[in-house]
Structure formats: C-alpha cells, structure tokens
C-alpha cells in the first residue's frame, strides 16, 4: 500500500476518534462528564495537530513531507479546538447590565445604569439610595436619609437634623446656620462650684453639640458665658470669661477647629431672668451657642 493512502487511512480512523471524544458531551451527560479533561479544546487541538502532521506527511511526495506535515498540524490543531469548543453555554444577561444572570443580585436594573460586580446599582455614599436615584449623593456615613437619599429635616427648616441644634423648631420660623431662631441655651452646660471645671454631664451634653458642629464645617459659632450677679462685676466678667474659653477649649479636644469658635464673657450684664431669686439666678448662670457671623 502506498504512504499516502496509508497516511490517509490512518489519519481518517483518528480524525473519527477525536470528533467522537469532541461529541462525546451528548445532552444525556452530566455537567462533569462534559468537563472531562480530553474535551478541553487545548486537547484537543493538541491531539489534532499530531494527526493533521501525520496526515500531512503521509500524504505529501518526498520531496514536500517537512511543508505536508507543517500545513497539515496547522489544519489539525485548529479542527481539533473547533471541535470541541463548547457551544451550548450560552450566557444571558437579562437587564443588560454586564453582570450574567447567574451571577446578578440585582436582575432588573434599568437600562444605562450603572453597576458594581454584583449586578446591582451603584450607591457612592452607602445610604441606601442608589446613585442614579439619589437626590443628595454625598450624604455623610451614618446619617439616615428619606427616600430621596437626603438627609432627614423633621422640623423642615431647611436645615437636616444631623446638623441642626434645634431639631424642633415651629414651621415656618426663620433660622440661622445652625437650625435656631436665635442664640440657643446650652441647657445644663454647668460647672463646678466658683470654677470654670466642666461638669461630666455637661460634657455629654458637649458631645452632641460637637458632632453637629463638624458636620456644619463651615459654620462659625459664638460661644457666651454668663453669670448671676453674685460677686463684684469683674469677678463675675473674668469667671464667665473662663467658662466660655473651658467650653471652646473642650469642642476642640472634641475636634472642632479652634478658628471656628469665638469665646465671649459677659459676666452679669445680659440677664434673662430676675436675680432676685433661686431660679432665676440659676437661669442666668448660663452658656449661650450662636452663629458667628462677623
């Protein structure tokens, strides 16, 4: 028998061996029998490009066996990968947005929206409220927002509650930076007796005054202190003076811009209140918080 038909003969019985391990994965196999290793394309072409050489050689006259088995391992190897390629997969990606189904926690995203690698929209400042709905789109850590992705206002003043040293100011009423009508009493901002020593609840208190001052970083504020009129007005002036600095200098421990407060004493001269009686000396002995504006 000559080379060529041999070469052929050969090369037929192995190019039926490989198109049946390429067809080998039938619709009654399972997923892991599909996936055995002598399907993988890579073999495949592997296997491919042996028997188109061979082929190629067997076939070719003496003079052209090196450029025959050069051309047929070529031709193999490409029908090899070909062959058992998988085209039954194929993916499917509802919505359109990059992410297949499969693999998508957010199946029915708009059109043009964009996503992270879960499928779902994007939401830059973790409110809840994705991007491309959200109205307020850089809303602090932390801070619960309405459906709108903005920050709530209870007493729609204009100013969001994470901010505002008033939450309950009257409808319609006209405020300043800070959410108040006027300067707000720093209620129960006390001291130790005859000292500018801050008591422990009177930093609580302070807290909450600081977390609302650094999310209103460009707002100023005045900080006056006040006393009854017990003791000499210098005595007095000079005390107040004190306490306003020991509350500035307490918002600043709590990270407030030093530059940002001034501190004002005013001793007994603004009374709100009769000094004539308890009460009403302790409502003068007080610390006021309002906007600075100049």
């Not at 025959?68 to 390629?85: E, H, M, P, Q, Y």
Request: hydrophobic share 30%.
């Amino acid at each position: 028998m000559k080379k060529s038909t041999t070469g052929l003969l050969v090369g037929s019985a192995l190019v039926l061996g490989l198109s049946g391990c390429a067809s080998s994965g039938s619709s009654s196999m399972s997923d892991t029998q599909q996936d055995a290793w002598y399907q993988s394309p890579f073999v495949c072409g592997l296997a491919g490009g042996l028997i188109g050489g061979g082929i190629g050689y067997a076939s070719s006259s003496d003079s052209d066996e090196d450029d025959g088995a050069a051309i047929g391992g070529v031709a193999g190897a490409t029908a090899g990968a070909l062959l058992c390629a998988d085209y039954g997969s194929n993916v499917v990606d509802s919505d359109g947005d990059g992410v297949p189904d499969d693999r998508d926690q957010c199946p029915n995203t708009p059109a043009g929206v964009a996503v992270d690698a879960s499928g779902c929209p994007l939401d830059t400042d973790g409110d809840g409220v994705p991007d491309y709905k959200d109205e307020c789109p850089g809303t602090p850590a932390g801070v619960e927002v309405n459906a709108s992705g903005c920050p709530l206002d209870s007493d729609g003043d204009g100013v969001p509650d994470y901010m505002d040293q008033c939450p309950d100011t009257p409808a319609g009423a006209e405020v300043n930076a800070l959410g108040c009508e006027a300067d707000v009493v720093l209620r129960d901002v006390n001291f130790e007796f005859d000292s500018a020593t801050l008591t422990s609840q009177a930093e609580m208190i302070l807290d909450d005054v600081a977390s609302k001052l650094d999310a209103s970083e460009n707002v100023r504020v005045r900080l006056e202190g006040h006393t009854d009129s017990i003791g000499s007005d210098s005595y007095n002036k000079e005390l107040s003076q004190r306490r306003a600095e020991s509350v500035k200098d307490y918002l600043t421990s709590q990270g407030i811009d030093a530059d940002r407060m001034r501190a004002i004493g005013y001793g007994e001269e603004q009374p709100i209140a009769t000094n004539e009686t308890a009460a009403g000396r302790a409502e003068n002995r007080r610390v006021e918080l309002g906007e600075w504006t100049q």
